[in-house]
């Protein structure tokens, strides 16, 4: 058995309140490198909070509406966080639900959404200008589905597949709805005449950019290729030269021992 971890303190948990309250559930990453609560939780990980929030929601599913009505000191000290507060609350709300009544029978894995709805709710949900990264995306959803074991596997091949569609678009790691703004607007005829241009100059300086970067990479790759290549044959000429020396330096081991015999036989020799 291995060692087991160590328990939660009062203020680790108040400091997991107090996270989720501030950048909401599913964010633990970025709660574990806010400068307010890493102190606090720096022996714990991603899996240890979102385990523990899961506790704690199942464990005191009334107790989070209730932290909804507080002192009125820590709703001002915390304005902007009430809202998350309120939606992290109403999450694991239907968490306990599914805690209670356990998705085993057919019926019940019908009303699980497909794939594709989950991770368009999931994107509309967070509105991260810059795109979602997968452990968000699985955190909302694991927070209101309840989800295979190999599901981190089959939604990034299936957001992968998105972004070939062109339904998604991807932004370093993170994903975001492609085109979301112009899909729900019906321009008029002039804003047809004025913003496809901008849009399609973009993508052109996207493409000589991919394109200079990829010039760049080959120059690099083709000029350590050169490199390893006269450095191998140096090498080679060098096991060459050692080589050459210990067949002449055999070949005189040879004379000299057969001068060594015959001069032990008594016989003369004449060196020229």
Do not use: W
């Given at each position: 058995m291995g060692n087991q971890k160590q328990k939660w303190t009062a203020e680790e948990e108040e400091a997991l309140k107090a996270g989720v309250a501030k950048h909401g559930a599913g964010k633990w990453k970025n709660i574990l490198i806010d400068s307010e609560f890493a102190p606090k939780l720096a022996n714990r990980s991603n899996v240890d909070l979102k385990d523990k929030w899961r506790n704690m929601g199942a464990s005191h599913g009334q107790g989070c509406r209730d932290n909804s009505v507080t002192p009125k000191a820590k709703a001002t000290a915390s304005s902007a966080a009430a809202p998350k507060t309120q939606n992290s609350c109403t999450v694991f709300?239907?968490?306990?639900?599914?805690?209670?009544?356990?998705?085993?029978?057919?019926?019940?894995?019908?009303?699980?959404?497909?794939?594709?709805?989950?991770?368009?709710?999931?994107?509309?949900?967070?509105?991260?200008?810059?795109?979602?990264?997968?452990?968000?995306?699985?955190?909302?959803?694991?927070?209101?589905?309840?989800?295979?074991?190999?599901?981190?596997?089959?939604?990034?091949?299936?957001?992968?597949?998105?972004?070939?569609?062109?339904?998604?678009?991807?932004?370093?790691?993170?994903?975001?709805?492609?085109?979301?703004?112009?899909?729900?607007?019906?321009?008029?005829?002039?804003?047809?005449?004025?913003?496809?241009?901008?849009?399609q100059q973009s993508s052109f300086t996207i493409s000589d950019e991919t394109v200079e970067d990829a010039a760049r990479s080959a120059a690099q790759w083709i000029a350590e290729a050169e490199n390893k290549a006269f450095v191998t044959a140096e090498a080679l000429k060098e096991s060459e030269r050692v080589s050459q020396m210990a067949e002449d330096a055999d070949t005189m081991h040879t004379l000299c021992k057969e001068l060594f015999e015959r001069c032990s036989r008594g016989e003369y020799i004449l060196m020229d």
């Open positions: 709300s239907s968490k306990e639900k599914a805690n209670e009544n356990p998705p085993h029978s057919p019926q019940e894995t019908k009303n699980v959404p497909k794939y594709n709805t989950m991770i368009f709710e999931a994107l509309s949900s967070l509105k991260d200008p810059s795109g979602s990264d997968i452990g968000a995306i699985v955190g909302f959803i694991e927070q209101k589905y309840e989800v295979p074991q190999n599901f981190r596997r089959l939604l990034s091949s299936k957001l992968r597949k998105l972004v070939l569609q062109g339904k998604l678009e991807k932004v370093l790691q993170c994903y975001k709805i492609k085109d979301a703004s112009l899909g729900t607007k019906t321009p008029s005829p002039k804003q047809k005449d004025v913003r496809p241009r901008p849009s």
